[in-house]
Nanobody, 119 residues
């Protein structure tokens, strides 16, 4: 069982920055691929970014490429999402999730943290 707890959301103006954190429980964090997703009001949840178990490989949605950076610290059981040049369309609840390598399903999810970007 893995528990994920996000933090760092808030209200920011257009062009501003936020850093989200996701702390994981347990001693097997380093074996999980970690991802960030978001869900805006009235929209389906969408993929934002993911990072490999070692942190060497990252992948981003086109909508955030060049503005967001995902990273992880396996010693701290934490994954981060640095968000720069924020836009109103980035407003959403952001979730972190984990999946085992070799699988496609994210089996563990956090409770989400709200990010609001004002225009």
């Amino acid at each position: 069982q893995v528990q994920l707890v996000e933090s760092g959301g808030g209200l920011v103006q257009t062009g501003g920055s936020l850093r989200l954190s996701c702390a994981a429980s347990g001693r097997t964090f380093f074996t999980y691929v970690m991802g960030w997703f978001r869900q805006a009001p009235g929209k389906e949840r969408e993929f934002v970014a993911r990072i490999s178990t070692s942190g060497a490989v990252t992948y981003y949605a086109d909508s955030v490429k060049g503005r967001f950076t995902i990273s992880r610290d396996n010693a701290k059981n934490t994954v981060y999402l640095q968000m720069n040049s924020l836009k109103p369309e980035d407003t959403a609840v952001y979730y972190c999730a984990s999946r085992r390598t070799g699988t496609n399903d994210y089996g563990y999810w956090g409770q989400g943290t709200q990010v609001t970007v004002s225009s």
